[in-house]
């Protein structure tokens, strides 16, 4: 490792608890949405939940690509590796990234979207 490598901050955001808590809590309410899914008692419910959980899959995966995966390669060491593996691990839903997002019909978003469990 080089002398300036030695020196850089870690991982880890300024704020108690470093980055992995807010990506701990997403991967709980993640977990949360699903077991929602697969307890649903009729197909509304089933697609509002469903529909949460891509929702809120998409926010924490662009989250990850656009700060956590450039700050991974930049401060380890197999950072690099790590992120590719991560990314190999991910490689679904279609909307999960940056440029999949962007890059999704409207059409297909809104209909994706039009019913969430607070929508009555």
Known sequence: MSHAASNRPSVQTRHKGGISDPIKKDHRELEEYYHKIIDSKNEDEKTRWSNQFTWELARHSVGEELVV????????????????????????????????????PIDKLRDLFARFPKDN
């Open 69 to 104: 995966y450039p700050r991974m390669r930049e401060v380890l060491k197999d950072g690099d590796s790590l992120v590719d593996k991560d990314l190999r691990e991910h490689q679904e839903p279609p909307f999960e990234t940056v440029v999949g997002l962007l890059t999704a």
